[in-house]
């Protein structure tokens, strides 16, 4: 079994791809149930997991917020990466299909602003904190020594920030902006030491891509 560390920051990874993949075969396994509401299982599911185990998230305790200086420069990475990730979405830059598409349209074309609403709080809200708890604060550091926890992140290998960036990069489609993305987040949790700085930055790409996506239309990024 895991150490105790380990779990906290992978089992709500877990059940976050569980229900994508249940959200992506929802038609064959569940017929006549809408998958684009299964979104909302996160919330009730995740977002729970992370609530109850909060206090254990060393990283993401009060006295290790971020400077007010490094917060803003999180917000400008991640406006950076807002950017590349609209930019960087040529048929060679992408790699597969999406596992569960989310289009919050009714039958007349009309928005589903309730469907909205739970798609853009998974992805500005809670999405950021459990995975940069997994993707950076865990396996970024595992990769470097189990004892994961004990692990600066000021002085993570560069052989940690690539290896786990790929891993980040192989579930999303948009490979290249995938790479950038993860890179960058990595390179502010190295840079300062706190993860605070990554999750806002991942925080402020997502909300500001969901935002986006609602005013274009562009579901494909959904």
Known sequence: MPPRAAWLRVAPFMAFMAILVLRGQA?????????????????LVVAPMLVLWWREYGEL???NRPLAREA????GVGLAVFGLWIALDAPWM????????FVPLDAEGGLVWPLVAVRWAGAALL???????????FLM????????AAVDPRIVTLRAVMLSTFAFTLVHT???????????YAA??????????????HAVTNAALGTWVVVTGSWAYW
Request: aromatic share 14%.
């Open 27 to 43: 038609a064959q396994w569940l017929p006549g149930v809408d998958g684009r509401w299964l979104y909302a299982a996160n919330l």
């Open 61 to 63: 305790a009060w006295q």
């Open 72 to 75: 803003a420069l999180a917000v």
């Open 94 to 101: 992408q790699v597969g299909e999406p596992a569960a598409t």
């Open 127 to 137: 999405v950021p904190v459990m995975e940069e708890l997994f993707w950076r604060s």
């Open 141 to 148: 550091r595992w990769i470097d020594r189990p004892d994961f």
């Open 174 to 184: 948009q490979w290249l902006a995938a790479v950038l993305a993860g890179l960058a």
């Open 188 to 201: 502010l949790y190295r840079a300062t030491g706190r993860l605070w700085n990554a999750v806002i930055a």
